[in-house]
């Protein structure tokens, strides 16, 4: 570290009693660092802390807005899809949260690599801070590329947008209508969550609802179903207290909050990989050699990294787990 | 600083790879378990309740975790760790006052629904400060 040769252990403040106040006076007064670590260092910290600020608030605000609404998607529907065919098991078999788990393990093993790169940076070993900031950049890379695969699927197949959610849940048990209006023996319970397909749409996942979208072509009020003027399909049915209704979209806020939270994670670990390459050029490069500070750059950039972990940690908690 | 035996640092780190795995898998079981995909859903609040406190609470302790060995917040000095730490403090306040207004919010709106549904007189409404709009003279 930076620090000059006096340096202070604070725990000892504790056990020299009026002693450790002395020195306390004598951190402060220039020349070193208080804390211990560099300046850089502790602006990392400091700014971690406001960027956990920043996140506590856009998931504080899922939160409330949560608890405001009657229902809420269903995670375990919303997010039970996974690439190549659902892994080759075919599309009727649901994944629940299978997908995204692989994610969070992705982040863990880079988030690992990269504590390795800094201990090699402590034994001011080049070739070993290279290559594990490398296996680091291919598991933040993969993130990315997984979570680019969750947006395109959620968009383009399951046409979610910032302000339409077409996944809703049921408020009553009841039974659908087949496309002349009569009951079709498809039935649902209070609770149960269902896609609402689009005009034309081939939707791979089909949801365990039927193909919808095979009877209908245009915006029109049907015997069997709503078709509103963005060619969203919302099913009729029968409540069982006799009452007739159609699905509805999900709360409104959803697909907004999901977009802007988890994209601006994902920002997060696009920028983070992009500083995780200039940082691998430079140590590659030899620049940190000379500076003999132990790869002080790697240690910052390795704080960063954890944090991007670490705010992982909590959007898979509220947008996935609970 | 960290710990000079590196042979140990080193099989440290995949220790703690093994615990965020295994409590990633673990947050997962429960999580599917609460939804009712391994075996019947839980229906008891208190079951319920248990879910989320138990995924709450693991995901607590994960962030302990990667803050205190992959961060190394637990070998930096006293004053450092507080500058840090006790701000965030300041989110248990957030987490319970705008989830109290969100939960509240969602009782009125209830009533509000409600009260949509009675049929409406005008005259017998209470706090309406403004009965009818006064007359305006046009004098051009």
Redesign the interface.
Known sequence: ?ATDSHVID??DHDTKGHGGHHELEEDWSGGKN????SYGK?MM??F??SD??TF?GFL??Y????????SWP???FVFQTAPFNNLGLGHEVPL??IFV?FM??LL??S??T???AV?EG??ENKNGVVFWMFLTIIGGAGFLGCQAWEWSNLIGVEKMTVTTDPFGTHTTSGEYLDHDGNRSGETFEVGDSYLIHMIGASHGDDHGDGHAEVHYDKPGDFPGALVDEKGYIHKKFIADDGTRGYAEFGPIAFGSLFFFITGFHGFHVLSGVVFLIIIMLNAASGVYVDRKNGYEMVEKI??YW??V??VW??V??VF??? | MANTDSAAAIKAVYVGMFILGAVTLIEVGISLYGKGHLGAAPTSTFMLGLVGFLLIALSLYKAYFIIFKFMHMGHEVRGLKLTVLLPVLLLVWAVIAFFHEGNSYKERRETIYERNELPADAKKQTGQLIKELPEIKKEH
Request: charged share 10%; aromatic share 18%; proline share 7%.
């Open positions: 570290m604070p725990h208080v804390f211990d670590v502790l910290w400091y971690l802390l956990a600020f506590a504080i605000a939160g409330s807005i949560r608890f405001s609404s009657p269903v995670p375990d629940p949260l788990t969070s393990f863990i093993i988030s690992v990269m504590v390795r201990q402590h034994k390795g704080l954890h944090f972990d670490l940690v909590f898979f908690l996935y787990l609970l």
